[in-house]
């Protein structure tokens, strides 16, 4: 069935209305009529099962038959902070991720970073492109939320942010002992961060920072994996290791 996401504020005690460029696709493109039935979420974790009820060409009304949980939404928050890549690397790490199940990607600046945004304008233009592509993996996973794409920030800002969560990583080609299973082992988080640099990595110096902040470095292994590659498969073995890759009722 169709989805789409809606502003809270356009959901109402029987009916949600739907706006912007949603309308064209349901009208134009999907080519729905009323009484066909689509799925509405909330953007907070809650999915309605609504039919079209009335059509026009800025706004479409639905009538709402029931409402549930989304059931594409892990029970763990999981934040990634990533080093910005060259080029569109970004925009592949943000739609995978976001199809795995992550909850917030922060941009990060580092002492390897290439890319350099030349003012907050430039950075607004990005994270709203970012924003959108989230979105859209959103929709095609069928995930309850939109994950957040913060505004970039440097190392030393994200090190601080990730304080609030209850268990942070950061993978390290040079770290031969902790396991990214063994880090998790034991553990039973509400909440997980784990760093990726970008290309090159991370300087040591950084790692020093991390671990001063109480990161705790893993190894994925023997092999070197592309900075595109390492969120995903960090976010994998996370998700793997709570019991996130199961299908519930």
């Given at each position: ?21 949603d309308v064209q696709h349901i009208s134009r493109v999907l080519r729905l009529k009323e009484g066909d039935k689509i799925v509405l979420c909330d953007q907070i974790g809650t999915d309605y099962n609504v039919a079209i009820e009335n059509m026009s060409k800025y706004t479409i009304r639905a009538t709402i038959i029931d409402k549930e949980p989304s ?179």
């Amino acid at each position: 069935m169709h989805r789409f996401f809606v502003k809270k504020e356009n959901i109402y005690k029987d009916g949600i209305t739907i706006e912007g460029e949603d309308v064209q696709h349901i009208s134009r493109v999907l080519r729905l009529k009323e009484g066909d039935k689509i799925v509405l979420c909330d953007q907070i974790g809650t999915d309605y099962n609504v039919a079209i009820e009335n059509m026009s060409k800025y706004t479409i009304r639905a009538t709402i038959i029931d409402k549930e949980p989304s059931k594409g939404e892990p029970f763990i928050e999981v934040v990634l902070y990533q080093g910005i890549p060259k080029s569109t690397k970004m925009d592949l790490i943000i739609q995978k991720c976001t199809e795995m199940g992550i909850t917030r990607i922060v941009p990060v600046f580092t002492a390897r970073t290439v890319v350099r945004l030349e003012s907050e304008k430039d950075e607004a233009k990005k994270v709203a492109r970012w924003t959108k592509i989230a979105e859209e993996a959103a929709k095609q996973s069928a995930r309850g939320i939109v994950p957040q794409i913060d505004m970039p920030m440097n190392l030393e800002q994200a090190l601080k942010d990730s304080k609030q969560l209850d268990l942070v990583l950061i993978p390290y080609e040079w770290e031969k002992d902790i396991s990214v299973k063994a880090a998790l082992q034991g553990n039973e988080p509400k909440s997980v961060g784990f760093f990726v640099g970008p290309e090159g990595g991370f300087d040591t110096f950084e790692i020093d920072k991390a671990k001063h902040s109480n990161i705790v470095p893993v190894t994925l292994g023997h092999r070197i994996m592309r900075t595109e590659t390492a969120g995903f498969a960090m976010l994998t073995c996370i998700m793997y290791e709570y019991n996130q890759m199961q299908r519930g009722e």
